[in-house]
């Protein structure tokens, strides 16, 4: 069946950094493209950065462009988000998923304060 497995969140401090990452499993994972999405609490959920197959091209919210970076490792079946210069409003839970696909993983909490 389908996982996804979101791990890397944390408490950090405005200004630092955290890298997350999704490991993916029960499906083709090469074929598909894969998105990082955010929910902070009372929000609904929003699409952060998403990163095409290959690898090839990305696209970010405007909120997190220049400093979040989206990339894959086909071989590991992991997608990554390179989150730097956080900010308080970058507070929630973070979870990745397939395009195309009604599946999300657990979640990983990221909490920016001090």
């Known amino acids: 069946q389908v996982q996804l497995v979101e791990s890397g969140g944390g408490l950090v401090q405005p200004g630092g950094s955290l890298r997350l990452s999704c490991l993916a499993s029960g499906f083709t994972f090469s074929t598909y493209g894969m998105r990082w999405y955010r929910q902070a609490p009372g929000k609904e959920r929003e699409l952060v950065a998403q990163i095409t197959s290959s690898g090839g091209a990305t696209i970010y919210a405007a909120s997190v462009k220049g400093r979040f970076t989206i990339s894959r490792d086909n071989d590991k079946n992991t997608v990554y988000l390179q989150m730097n210069t956080l900010k308080p409003e970058d507070t929630a839970v973070y979870y990745c998923?397939?395009?195309?696909?009604?599946?999300w993983g657990k979640g990983t909490p990221v909490t920016v304060s001090t």
């Open positions: 998923a397939a395009l195309g696909m009604a599946y």
